[in-house]
């Protein structure tokens, strides 16, 4: 059975037990299946994460707290993941953005990613799919070298192709350059012109959020000094987006750094149908926040610790 068909008996079977109320003889019947692999697949729903405590059905459930993030930000949808002491916060939320990939895929979407630990997680949770085509995936920013945690950016565009069926396209420069003028000719390109003008038709953009100070990949890395960045903080810089700098109101924080950053620019992620944000923990809070005011986001994929302190930082900007 296709991972794809086998997902879609996995929820079947779940809400017709968890939700409808039969008995897993009903179901048996009901589906032509035997009781004990009905018993099988319900064991199998509950290790996969598709049952919880309530069935994980994005689209037709939503709680108070993401109704509440959904109405004050202006999103087009917001999944909280509820508090859970067992497990990987970060592969938690990275399961629950590739679910979510998985019920907007359409045929011929264009797909672009930033990199890092939590996609490197929702590329590995990818659902292998054989249904839709002309998928392309490309990649929004450079990548970095010289850091002592790896950012998984080819081994996330090799998951996207090879679970997707997509062509991948990898943006193979350095995340900032020295001058405007190389990345000029880094722009001319050929592979580098194929991606920009992708973008421009980007249907999905799945990006993390980058902290600020010094374990962010762009100072360990050496693209930015410390002096500067200290600097930068003292003018509001609270994290990046695909590389981009940005302050609690989501606006470019340094002029002169955005000229030589290797990344297809927010104007262009902000026109893509699907902008889904996916990140938590206490050190993505303030870039969270800046990226929800700045509207870089119309989806927000998160946890119930990191959405409370969002809101607790909205509610002191307010008061």
Same mark, same amino acid.
């Given at each position: 059975?296709?991972?794809?068909?086998? /997902?879609?008996?996995?929820? /079947?079977?779940?809400?017709?037990?968890?939700?409808?109320?039969? @008995? /897993?003889?009903?179901?048996?019947?009901?589906?032509?299946?035997?009781?004990?692999?009905? @018993?099988?697949?319900?064991?199998?729903?509950?290790?996969?994460?598709?049952?919880?405590?309530?069935?994980?059905?994005?689209?037709?459930?939503?709680?108070?707290?993401?109704?509440?993030?959904?109405?004050?930000?202006?999103?087009?949808?917001?999944?909280?993941?509820?508090?859970?002491?067992?497990?990987?916060?970060?592969? /938690?939320?990275?399961?629950?953005?590739?679910?979510?990939?998985?019920?907007?895929?359409?045929?011929?979407?264009?797909?672009?990613?930033?990199?890092?630990?939590?996609?490197?997680?929702?590329?590995?949770?990818?659902?292998?799919?054989?249904?839709?085509?002309?998928?392309?995936?490309?990649?929004?920013?450079?990548?970095?070298?010289?850091?002592?945690?790896?950012?998984?950016?080819?081994?996330?565009?090799?998951?996207?192709?090879? @679970?997707?069926?997509?062509?991948?396209?990898?943006?193979?420069?350095?995340?900032?350059?020295?001058?405007?003028?190389?990345? @000029?000719?880094?722009?001319?390109?050929?592979?580098?012109?194929?991606?920009?003008?992708?973008?421009?038709?980007?249907?999905?953009?799945?990006?993390?959020?980058?902290?600020?100070?010094?374990?962010?990949?762009?100072?360990?890395?050496?693209?930015?000094?410390?002096?500067?960045?200290?600097?930068?903080?003292?003018?509001?810089?609270?994290?990046?987006?695909? !590389?981009?700098?940005?302050?609690?109101?989501?606006?470019?924080?340094?002029?002169?750094?955005?000229?030589?950053?290797?990344?297809?620019?927010?104007?262009?992620?902000?026109?893509?149908?699907?902008?889904?944000?996916?990140?938590?923990?206490?050190?993505?809070?303030? !870039?969270?926040?800046?990226?929800?005011?700045?509207?870089?986001?119309?989806?927000?994929?998160?946890?119930?610790?990191?959405?409370?302190?969002?809101?607790?930082?909205?509610?002191?900007?307010?008061?």
């Amino acid at each position: 059975m296709e991972n794809y068909q086998r /997902q879609k008996l996995l929820v /079947q079977v779940a809400k017709l037990y968890y939700e409808k109320n039969y @008995s /897993q003889e009903e179901i048996s019947k009901l589906l032509k299946l035997s009781r004990p692999y009905i @018993s099988k697949l319900l064991h199998a729903a509950r290790q996969e994460g598709i049952v919880r405590i309530e069935i994980v059905d994005s689209f037709n459930t939503e709680t108070k707290l993401e109704k509440l993030f959904r109405s004050r930000f202006q999103l087009e949808k917001a999944i909280i993941l509820p508090r859970n002491k067992d497990g990987n916060p970060l592969k /938690q939320v990275g399961e629950a953005a590739a679910r979510y990939l998985n019920e907007i895929l359409e045929d011929g979407m264009v797909i672009g990613t930033s990199w890092g630990g939590t996609l490197y997680e929702c590329s590995g949770c990818l659902t292998k799919r054989n249904d839709r085509a002309r998928l392309t995936y490309i990649q929004l920013c450079g990548g970095v070298s010289n850091v002592n945690k790896t950012v998984y950016a080819s081994e996330i565009a090799n998951n996207f192709a090879e @679970s997707l069926g997509s062509t991948a396209y990898l943006m193979q420069v350095p995340a900032v350059v020295e001058n405007k003028e190389i990345k @000029s000719l880094f722009w001319k390109d050929r592979s580098m012109a194929q991606i920009i003008e992708y973008s421009k038709k980007m249907d999905v953009a799945i990006f993390t959020a980058g902290t600020f100070g010094e374990k962010n990949a762009l100072v360990r890395a050496g693209y930015l000094e410390r002096e500067r960045m200290k600097s930068l903080e003292k003018e509001g810089a609270v994290g990046d987006i695909c !590389s981009h700098v940005i302050d609690l109101q989501g606006r470019i924080c340094d002029p002169e750094l955005e000229e030589r950053t290797m990344a297809i620019s927010l104007d262009t992620i902000k026109k893509a149908r699907y902008r889904i944000a996916v990140a938590q923990g206490e050190s993505k809070v303030a !870039s969270l926040y800046g990226a929800l005011n700045g509207r870089l986001m119309n989806v927000l994929i998160t946890n119930e610790e990191t959405a409370q302190s969002i809101l607790d930082r909205f509610e002191k900007m307010e008061n």
